[in-house]
């Protein structure tokens, strides 16, 4: 099965950047949708970005425009690129690997936290 780690939160001023990696071993990786998502205390977990084999990417419309989702099939990995943070950004941003034949697999999750 596919393990996913993902790793780059932390602590970032409003307006601020970061970016996130989830790196994946023991699956498939050429054959996996790669996404992004990310739940907020209280809430359900809330799509983010989605990124096929061949680079074609998607988007919430919340967050179009300032993150940016990428993979190297090489490296087994997919980014999350996040630029003019706000606080309302703060949650804890999972990674997912998506197959037809495994469904969808998690990371744990890492905190991002925006604040002054």
């Known amino acids: 099965q596919v393990q996913l780690v993902e790793s780059g939160g932390g602590l970032v001023q409003p307006g601020g950047s970061l970016r996130l990696s989830c790196l994946t071993s023991?699956?498939?990786?050429?054959?996996?949708?790669m996404g992004w998502y990310r739940q907020i205390p209280g809430e359900q977990r809330a799509f983010l970005a989605s990124?096929?084999?061949?680079?074609?990417?998607n988007y919430a419309d919340s967050v179009e425009g300032r993150f940016s989702i990428s993979r190297d099939n090489a490296e087994n990995a997919v980014y999350l690129h996040l630029t003019n943070l706000q606080v309302e950004d703060t949650a804890v941003y999972y990674c997912?690997?998506?197959?037809?034949?495994?469904?969808?697999?998690w990371g744990q999750g890492i905190q991002v936290t925006v604040a002054s």
């Open positions: 997912s690997a998506t197959s037809l034949t495994t469904g969808t697999r």
């Open positions: 023991g699956g498939l990786f050429n054959t996996y949708i």
């Open positions: 990124i096929t084999v061949g680079g074609a990417a």
